[in-house]
């Protein structure tokens, strides 16, 4: 297999800020973040974090594989926690009264809550779709 052959990846590494920042991205403003593998292709590679759509074109194949980060997740992974949930929660809290500042500190704890959640959610390998067809891959998550 060549290092044009993305299908000779067997294991993806990624950093647990990169795939946190990418699913956090997409969920407050749909940004369009992916984890992206650039080439050449070897067995072991990196995915980081990415905006699709913002690298300049590139001279010809291969292409780098942009990965979905809600790919990386198993079925059990909590959703991002909305602000207007938060909101919601706290003003029907009898015991405590809505104050901006208390939103604010409710939702920055329910996302830290969130992070440690979905880091514990990621699949042990997945299935990357590249022109040359399927290859499945161990995920390992840094940090």
Known sequence: MSAD?????RSLAITAEDLLA??????RRDAG????VTPPFS???RARL???????????????????PEQLLDDGAP???????TEDDLRSDPDSEYTPERHRERHEQRVAEWRAAVRDR????????????????????LG
Not at 60 to 66: D, E, S, V, W
Not at 131 to 141: F, I, L, M
Request: glycine letters at 10%.
């Open 79 to 85: 959703a991002f926690p909305s602000v207007d949930a």
């Open 122 to 141: 990621v699949r042990e390998e997945t299935t990357l779709e590249t022109p040359d067809g399927e290859a499945t891959v161990e995920v390992s998550v």
């Open 5 to 9: 052959d993305p299908t000779r990846i």
């Open 33 to 36: 973040a992916v984890l992206r």
């Open 43 to 45: 067995g072991r590679m």
């Open 22 to 27: 990418a699913l956090e991205a997409n969920a």
């Open 50 to 68: 990415h905006l699709a759509g913002a690298e300049g074109g590139y001279d010809g194949p291969p292409q780098p594989i942009h990965i979905d």
